[in-house]
């Protein structure tokens, strides 16, 4: 069975930035594609980015472009969100995705077989 950690989250001011990892672990990860999802308190969670497992799509939610970048490294089982220019706003639980289709890469999380347990960010002003 497939499990999903993230780390890297922590207390931020606006205008910095962090890096999340998002490591896999189990017998077998053949995903068709990983993603990062964000949930604010109070609200629901919405889609961050996404990339393939075996290409360099990406996909960016609009809220995130230009400040967001997503990197995988497959030796290592590993999905990384780079974050820049926090804002407030940014301020959420961050959850890593595996989709082993490719339906996160247009920002939905219907076929998500494997949730992370989520890393906290907070950005104070």
């Known amino acids: 069975q497939v499990q999903l950690v993230e780390s890297g989250g922590g207390l931020v001011q606006a205008g910095g930035s962090l890096r999340l990892s998002c490591r896999a672990s189990?017998?077998?990860?053949?995903?068709?594609?990983m993603g990062w999802f964000r949930q604010a308190p109070g609200k629901e969670r919405e889609f961050v980015a996404a990339?393939?497992?075996?290409?360099?799509?990406?996909y960016y939610a609009d809220s995130v472009k230009g400040r967001f970048t997503i990197s995988r490294d497959n030796y290592r089982h590993t999905v990384y969100l780079q974050i820049y220019s926090l804002k407030p706003e940014d301020t959420a639980v961050y959850y890593c995705a595996a989709d082993r289709s490719k339906n996160v890469l247009s920002g939905s999380d219907r076929f998500v077989e494997v949730w992370g347990q989520g890393t906290l960010v907070t950005v104070s002003s």
């Open positions: 990339i393939g497992w075996s290409t360099d799509t990406t």
């Open positions: 189990g017998r077998t990860f053949a995903p068709a594609a």
